[in-house]
C-alpha cells in the first residue's frame, strides 16, 4: 500500500476532516482513505445519470427540461471560464 503525505491542508479542513471523522467514529486517516477512495470512483455526471438523479429527487414531480437546463448553464460557465470572464 502506499502512503500519501499532504502539505499545506488549510486548518479549517483538517477541523471538519476531524470532526467528520468522529462523527463516522473513525481515525482522521481512515476517514479521509474512505472520502479519497469514492471520489476516486466516482464517475462523471452524464445526462442519462443527471436525468437519473432528477427522476429519483422529483420523481412524479419532476419539472420539464431540468437535465437540460443544468447542462446548458454548466456549458456556458466553462465557456465563460475559458475566455477569462467570471
Known amino acids: 500500500m502506499a502512503t500519501l503525505t499532504i502539505r499545506n491542508l488549510p486548518d479549517d479542513v ?16 481512515a476517514e479521509a482513505r474512505s472520502i479519497l477512495i ?4 466516482e464517475t462523471p455526471a452524464t445526462a442519462a445519470s443527471l436525468q437519473a438523479w432528477v ?11 431540468v437535465v437540460e437546463t443544468l447542462i446548458e448553464e454548466r456549458q456556458s ?6 475566455r477569462g470572464q467570471p
Open 77 to 82: 460557465e466553462a465557456a465563460r471560464e475559458n
Open 38 to 41: 469514492r471520489a476516486s470512483v
Open 14 to 29: 483538517r477541523d471538519r476532516l476531524r470532526v467528520r471523522a468522529a462523527r463516522a467514529g473513525v481515525s482522521m486517516e
Open 55 to 65: 427522476d429519483e429527487l422529483y420523481g412524479a414531480r419532476r419539472p420539464a427540461g
